[in-house]
């Protein structure tokens, strides 16, 4: 019985490779010694690889050029760097590092399955190059990149190879009939290169649907397919009803994506009941995904608990269950082997430490419910205004600053005992210092403290929470070499205590200026650890944003008034096949909102959120509810701010980055200049913020002092600009406001303050912010306009309520112009819209 995994994570069981790569970024080492590290982890061969500097150009970016786009790989937690391509692109065979590694592992005795990422699955993770219509079709490419495939094909046939295997995961999500086809054409296409070989096309992550399943298994020239069947249940009833005859069927039973040990005997019978439909000859025992997901090796694990570690499976046992299910199979089943899985399944469901009441109880109780601030996010944001004063085009950073090798040890020293916690406090006090000082001297407007005693944004909060367990070397890759070590959700979720309020009292005492108290939310959290798989994981997730509300309450007693409870991860959780989307959204956007239901109006609540496509998903993104937004957009080509050239409407704070913090070039205040005026064009002046796409951890202060400058002196300047913008007068208009008209002098209105809410401005009857209005607007030139603001201030109060006048109802300052322009005789009434059209029904002075 055969056996195979579809992949092994590649940095070593102890970041070597890691460690490797950032050697040589920072010059400390060769393209040389780099290659003999990587050698060395894959079995000590020495091969000689080309191009380093464009290969990591293309990720990181360098001193001219911006690095290309990274987005998450399908819902990981790994990256992937977005190939830009146009119609004019010329593929070329630059690299055999596949060959090679190939030749590297035959010379070893090993005979390996070189893995691609599929022609069509290349195509359709791509984009359209800059300059490039966004409407312009990729799978267009496919004759010109198909001939590069063959010469990577001839080649390992001419070195040996006897399988090659194409990952085509695009072939579980949603794809219309034309992308089916182009699966057909590439490997009809293909078939003749591939004579002689045998051909495994895999598919993981998610279920096969019954049409591309239909394309798949009668694709020409291919041998076997590979199906994820932990979370591809569905796959499995297709498999029995309708796979192919004489076709291998890897069997992905083992999980690649978790932590967990296999249920040995559940698999097992799985495997028994396709054997009886495939043939024993043709299924192959297998890895659900990669195991690059997960954690190589718990053999490192020494200070794990005993129990917790015996319900553990990393990438190295993974393996072995795998050659475990096999050898059963072909009736060699290791009794004493299963005999331990099966006691460590039952140890884990019924162990005291995994259950709370309490916990499940209280999470149980939201379902069905719906958690929001009373407050809408119009009438907070004012309130928030008056009470933080902060200036139009606000800035702030998002969380972490540089993680030095000083900090970091200081970290470790105090978690060995080698330190005292007074030394450990004294010492973070002072980088706290250091971060707050220097925002102030860059001028920043809304401060954070650094987070320099935080290891990980999960991590560390992971750690102050029941029903999680840490692992020392668990260690995955999220991007180039940066690792993650997700900590593993095992039981119920409870906070003991408070978690954060200590440092970030701390800092505020240290300025004037708004501090941000930083939190990490319930669905990045849940999203970013390996999470039990015993319990639906919106359980999980709720008890989590339970925690996190008390954390958030308690910050706001301390006195913090702008808190941030990061989302990061909120987008990469969303299930792969549409259909699916509804639910997890909703769930994972209550469970936001009830980490910050019953804060006051006056505390401002943002969020961030960064490396995925957010376009498809704004308006739950809407539905969270966040006073302020701050998400990732440099690094995408402004990709985000379509969604609001297209009209939708986004009335709270956000700051779309302006900066790409995961390349070491640092941007030119023209550049993030140039940026934010993007962004004025479809964003309203009064609720834009200027922040770098994330935080700031992996840079160094050689690095983040001068784009830092650089992005507040942009910020300025669109300052002063918008001050003079507003003085700009374009002819005279009159300003219609229930009753009353006054003559103006701008038909453009308010160039430096779009979408301000005027109805909200007049129904207060605050005489400054009337007379700003009204100067705004070139109305305002005398006391007549002064009484006029004091009898719109008085129209609508009636029994100590305020409504807003009825002209005005519901209409935004931009809608408001519009009505202006109307009356005036300077716009078609048809030009309003429906809305407006349907508020202002009946008026005399549009009739």
């Known amino acids: 019985m055969a056996s195979h995994i579809v992949g092994y994570p590649r940095m070593g069981p102890k970041r070597e490779l890691k460690f490797a790569l950032e050697s040589f970024w920072d010059g400390k080492s060769s393209a040389e010694d780099l290659q003999t590290v990587a050698a060395d982890l894959r079995y000590n061969w020495n091969g000689v690889e080309i191009g380093f500097d464009t290969y990591f150009s293309m990720a990181r970016g360098n001193a001219s050029v911006p690095a290309m786009e990274m987005t998450k790989w399908f819902d990981t937690n790994y990256h992937y760097i977005v190939p830009e391509l146009g119609p004019e692109v010329k593929f070329s065979y630059a690299s055999h590092k596949a060959v090679n590694e190939y030749k590297e592992a035959k010379a070893l005795g090993v005979d390996t399955v070189p893995v691609f990422v599929g022609p069509v699955s290349y195509l359709l993770l791509s984009k359209p190059a800059k300059g490039v219509e966004k409407t312009f079709d990729l799978l267009s490419l496919l004759d010109k990149i198909l001939p590069i495939y063959k010469e990577v094909i001839a080649e390992l046939k001419e070195a040996g190879a006897t399988w090659i295997q194409f990952d085509e995961a695009t072939l579980v999500k949603d794809l219309e009939a034309h992308q089916l086809q182009a699966f057909t054409k590439a490997y009809t296409d293909l078939e003749s290169a591939c004579s002689g070989l045998n051909v495994l096309v895999a598919t993981y992550f998610a279920d096969v649907p019954a049409d591309a399943f239909k394309v798949l298994t009668t694709l020409p020239g291919v041998t076997g397919y590979t199906f994820d069947l932990v979370r591809g249940e569905k796959t499995l009833d297709l498999i029995k009803t309708s796979f192919p005859s004489g076709k291998y069927l890897f069997a992905g039973v083992v999980d690649g994506r978790n932590i967990w040990a296999n249920d040995l005997a559940g698999s097992l019978g799985v495997l028994e009941s396709l054997e009886a439909i495939v043939g024993k000859d043709k299924l192959v025992v297998s890895t659900s995904s990669s195991l690059q997901h997960t954690a190589v090796d718990l053999v490192n694990e020494t200070k794990l608990d005993d129990e917790i570690k015996s319900w553990l499976a990393f990438a190295a046992q993974k393996v072995v269950e795998v050659g475990a299910l096999a050898k059963a199979l072909a009736g060699q089943k290791d009794e004493a082997f299963f005999a331990a899985n099966a006691a460590a399944q039952a140890s884990r469901k019924c162990s005291p430490r995994v259950t709370n009441e309490a916990v499940q109880k209280a999470a149980a109780a939201l379902r069905g419910s719906d958690h929001r601030r009373a407050t809408n996010v119009s009438a907070r944001l004012d309130a928030q205004q008056k009470k933080l004063n902060l200036p139009i085009l606000p800035t702030t950073t998002i969380g972490s600053f540089p993680q030095t090798i000083e900090l970091r040890r200081v970290r470790r020293e105090y978690k060995a005992k080698k330190i005292s916690e007074e030394e450990y406090v004294?010492?973070?006090?002072?980088?706290?210092?250091?971060?707050?000082?220097?925002?102030?001297?860059?001028?920043?407007?809304?401060?954070?403290?650094?987070?320099?005693?935080?290891?990980?944004?999960?991590?560390?909060?992971?750690?102050?929470?029941?029903?999680?367990?840490?692992?020392?070397?668990?260690?995955?890759?999220?991007?180039?070499?940066?690792?993650?070590?997700?900590?593993?959700?095992?039981?119920?979720?409870?906070?003991?205590?408070?978690?954060?309020?200590?440092?970030?009292?701390?800092?505020?005492?240290?300025?004037?200026?708004?501090?941000?108290?930083?939190?990490?939310?319930?669905?990045?959290?849940?999203?970013?650890s390996f999470v039990r798989n015993d319990q639906p994981r919106f359980e999980t997730c709720y008890q989590i944003a339970l925690a996190i509300k008390d954390?958030?309450?308690?910050?706001?007693?301390?006195?913090?008034?702008?808190?941030?409870?990061?989302?990061?991860?909120?987008?990469?959780?969303?299930?792969?096949?549409?259909?699916?989307?509804?639910?997890?959204?909703?769930?994972?956007?209550?469970?936001?909102?009830?980490?910050?239901?019953?804060?006051?109006?006056?505390?401002?609540?943002?969020?961030?959120?960064?490396?995925?496509?957010?376009?498809?998903?704004?308006?739950s993104i809407i539905n969270m509810d966040a006073d302020v937004i701050t998400i990732e957009n440099s690094r995408s080509d402004e990709k985000l701010l379509s969604v609001f050239r297209e009209g939708v409407k986004y009335g709270a704070?956000?700051?779309?980055?302006?900066?790409?913090?995961?390349?070491?070039?640092?941007?030119?205040?023209?550049?993030?200049?140039?940026?934010?005026?993007?962004?004025?064009?479809?964003?309203?002046?009064?609720?834009?913020?200027?922040?770098?796409?994330?935080?700031?951890?992996?840079?160094?202060?050689?690095?983040?002092?001068?784009?830092?400058?650089?992005?507040?002196?942009?910020?300025?300047?669109?300052?002063?600009?918008?001050?003079?913008?507003k003085n700009q007068t374009k002819g005279r208009m009159k300003c219609v406001l229930g009753d009353w008209e006054v003559e103006g002098k701008s038909t453009t209105t308010c160039v430096g303050l779009n979408g301000v809410n005027a109805d909200r401005w007049l129904r207060d009857g605050d005489i400054k912010e009337c007379e700003q209005f009204l100067e705004l607007t070139g109305a305002y030139d005398g006391d007549d306009e002064k009484m006029l603001c004091r009898k719109l201030g008085s129209i609508q109060r009636e029994n100590n309520t305020r409504r807003y006048s009825p002209l005005l109802a519901d209409l935004r300052f931009r809608d408001f112009v519009k009505v202006t322009q109307a009356m005036a005789g300077d716009r078609p009434v048809s030009e309003l819209g429906a809305n407006t059209r349907g508020n202002l029904k009946g008026s005399k002075k549009l009739n």
């Open 653 to 725: 704070g956000i700051g779309p980055g302006v900066y790409d913090i995961h390349s070491p070039r640092i941007p030119s205040m023209e550049e993030i200049h140039d940026r934010i005026n993007k962004m004025l064009a479809v964003l309203e002046t009064n609720i834009l913020w200027v922040n770098p796409d994330c935080g700031l951890k992996t840079r160094k202060y050689g690095e983040v002092k001068p784009a830092l400058e650089n992005m507040v002196a942009a910020a300025k300047k669109l300052r002063a600009a918008l001050a003079c913008a």
């Open 551 to 619: 954390e958030v309450e308690d910050l706001e007693k301390a006195g913090i008034t702008v808190i941030q409870i990061d989302e990061a991860a909120l987008r990469e959780g969303l299930p792969l096949r549409k259909a699916e989307h509804a639910f997890y959204l909703d769930w994972a956007v209550h469970s936001f909102r009830i980490t910050n239901v019953g804060v006051q109006d006056t505390t401002q609540i943002h969020t961030h959120m960064c490396y995925s496509n957010f376009n498809d998903i704004i308006h």
């Open 426 to 528: 004294k010492a973070i006090k002072e980088e706290i210092f250091k971060v707050v000082q220097l925002q102030e001297e860059l001028d920043i407007d809304v401060l954070v403290h650094g987070e320099p005693e935080r290891n990980d944004m999960v991590e560390y909060f992971g750690e102050q929470l029941s029903g999680f367990a840490f692992t020392a070397n668990g260690w995955v890759q999220s991007y180039g070499s940066r690792c993650v070590k997700p900590p593993i959700i095992y039981g119920d979720v409870s906070r003991p205590k408070a978690m954060t309020v200590f440092w970030s009292t701390m800092a505020q005492e240290m300025t004037k200026r708004p501090m941000k108290g930083m939190l990490t939310g319930p669905v990045t959290i849940l999203n970013w």
